[in-house]
T-cell receptor
Framework: KQEVTQIPAALSVPEGENLVLNCSFT??????LQWFRQDPGKGLTSLLL?????REQTSGRLNASLDKSSGRSTLYIAASQPGDSATYLC??????????FGTGTLLAVQP | EAGVAQSPRYKIIEKRQSVAFWCNPI?????LYWYQQILGQGPKLLIQ????????DSQLPKDRFSAERLKGVDSTLKIQPAKLEDSAVYLC????????????FGDGTRLSIL
């Protein structure tokens, strides 16, 4: 059974700092890994999608890496801003696009 | 393009009552998903539709939950009778197809059971 773990559960950083969020999964037979952002009272917004054959994806200040063999992914946020404050969720995708989510990292960026 | 629409946004009911949620996916999206998100946890897939057929409902508590997508467009999720542990946010998502496609989420329905 696939299990997804995110560390840390919560993180508080000063504005401008670079930070890394971690995601690990137990079964390497995945089709993709996705990172989402969730603001309070809102649904999920897709940030990055890495296909199983890829090693990383970048979008603006965000960079996500994937190491299937070790069951790990990281989300790197450069030059953090208060607007980046949210919960960040990673999810692994199977053949039918079924997603299994981690419990998320709650990020607070202090101005 | 318009996003995934869900209603109602909030619902409060007593245990053993019934409740229904509605979802209208992005136009042209063949795949529709219902997730349950309990406070402090990540979303859990309840059911996945491809057009009006069910792809995966392995985690749907079928003794009390039901869902349909009769015309392959909008969908309803029903709980009958509700239990205290059903208190959660119910999220609907859609994607263009069931392959490696980004899922687009609605804002969810927050359900509180008294």
């Amino acid at each position: 059974k696939q299990e997804v773990t995110q560390i840390p559960a919560a993180l508080s950083v000063p504005e401008g700092e670079n930070l890394v969020l971690n995601c690990s999964f137990t079964d390497s037979a995945i089709y993709n890994l996705q990172w989402f952002r969730q603001d309070p009272g809102k649904g999920l917004t897709s940030l990055l999608l890495i296909q199983s054959s890829q090693r990383e994806q970048t979008s603006g200040r965000l960079n996500a890496s994937l190491d299937k063999s070790s069951g790990r992914s990281t989300l790197y946020i450069a030059a953090s801003q208060p607007g980046d404050s949210a919960t960040y969720l990673c999810a692994v995708g199977g053949a039918t696009n079924k997603l299994i989510f981690g419990t998320g990292t709650l990020l607070a960026v202090q101005p | 393009e318009a996003g995934v629409a869900q209603s109602p946004r909030y619902k409060i009911i007593e245990k053993r009552q019934s409740v229904a949620f509605w979802c209208n996916p992005i136009s042209g999206h063949a795949t529709l998903y219902w997730y349950q998100q309990i406070l402090g946890q990540g979303p859990k897939l309840l059911i996945q539709f491809q057009n009006n057929g069910v792809v995966d409902d392995s985690q749907l508590p079928k003794d009390r939950f039901s869902a349909e997508r009769l015309k392959g467009v909008d969908s309803t999720l029903k709980i009958q009778p509700a239990k205290l542990e059903d208190s959660a946010v119910y999220l609907c998502a859609s994607s263009l197809d069931w392959g490696v496609e980004p899922q687009h989420f609605g804002d969810g329905t927050r359900l509180s059971i008294l």
